[in-house]
């Protein structure tokens, strides 16, 4: 007798302040080296939370183990206070989407196809909200003036707003970005984190791995800065990016200054010209 599988159902809406993913004395390892090693680390509904960190940090590893997408070799991974290994695929798709670094598309899927992909998770769900959560994602990213045009006929920084109006689409209540501005001008760098800055004000957990340590002193509510596979600080932009722990981490001298105008935290490479 074939056994019919439950129907995945979507998460309760969350308060602020809830735990949406975290991790516990996690350590994961890639091959033979142990990338991350006794990381503790929270994110919560209505908060933006910034990676950041030099490269080979364990940045990208740290947002694929809050995925449920890499395992732990030590340690454990709960998402929506339940371990990561317990959900089913259909229904982890219902409570995080994520951005990978890079997004392929085979076939000569239009923009709008493209973006639609993120509904399938609710296809057993709530198909009628498809067509308006896809025009939301697509104007919130303001890709929809070019929403008939072919995926690979696009720039590099129009595939990346496309990429992010698919998980914007998804409408999981847990965002989880790699590097979602890497590609980007700096008017589309702006709209990326104001972008996240709204769907945490909605009640969103938004984790987003930045290399640019400015947009996540302007952005993020709180940040991670990762050193070597540990988290060297976590705690809101004011707090943790300090001259000397940062110039530590990156092996380069970095100043933290006001805003000589409205007193917001300004961070660059100190350099002697």
Not at 164 to 169: G, K, M, Q, S, T
Not at 189 to 201: F, I, N, S, T, W
């Amino acid at each position: 007798m074939r056994l019919l599988r439950p129907r995945p159902s979507a998460t309760s809406p969350s308060q602020p302040g809830d735990v949406l993913a975290e991790a516990q004395a996690l350590h994961v390892r890639l091959g033979a080296r142990d990338v991350l090693q006794g990381v503790d680390i929270a994110a919560r509904a209505g908060e933006v939370l910034a990676l950041v960190g030099p490269n080979g940090a364990g940045k990208s590893t740290l947002l694929g183990a809050l995925a449920g997408d890499l395992d732990a070799a030590e340690g454990v991974v709960r998402i929506h206070g339940r371990p990561a290994t317990e959900w089913s695929a259909p229904e982890l798709a219902l409570r995080r989407a994520v951005l990978p670094q890079a997004t392929g598309v085979s076939f000569p899927f239009s923009v709008e196809d493209v973006v639609r992909m993120g509904r399938a998770p609710w296809a057993a769900v709530d198909p009628e909200g498809d067509d308006r959560a896809v025009a939301d994602a697509m104007a919130a990213t303001e890709v929809t003036r070019f929403g008939d045009r072919s995926f690979s006929a696009l720039s590099g920084g129009e595939r990346a707003r496309v990429a992010l109006a698919r998980v914007l689409a998804q409408r999981a209540p847990l965002l989880l970005l790699d590097e979602p501005t890497a590609a980007l001008d700096l008017k589309h760098q702006e709209l990326v984190l104001r972008v996240c800055r709204e769907r945490a004000h909605a009640g969103d957990a938004v984790v987003v791995v930045l290399h640019d340590l400015g947009l996540a002193a302007a952005y993020a509510h709180r940040v991670a800065i990762l050193c070597a596979g540990h988290v060297a600080a976590d705690g809101p932009p004011r707090e943790v990016f300090d001259d000397r722990l940062l110039s530590e981490v990156y092996d380069q001298p970095v100043e933290v200054l006001p805003h000589p105008r409205n007193g917001s935290l300004l961070v660059a490479p100190r350099r002697n010209l």
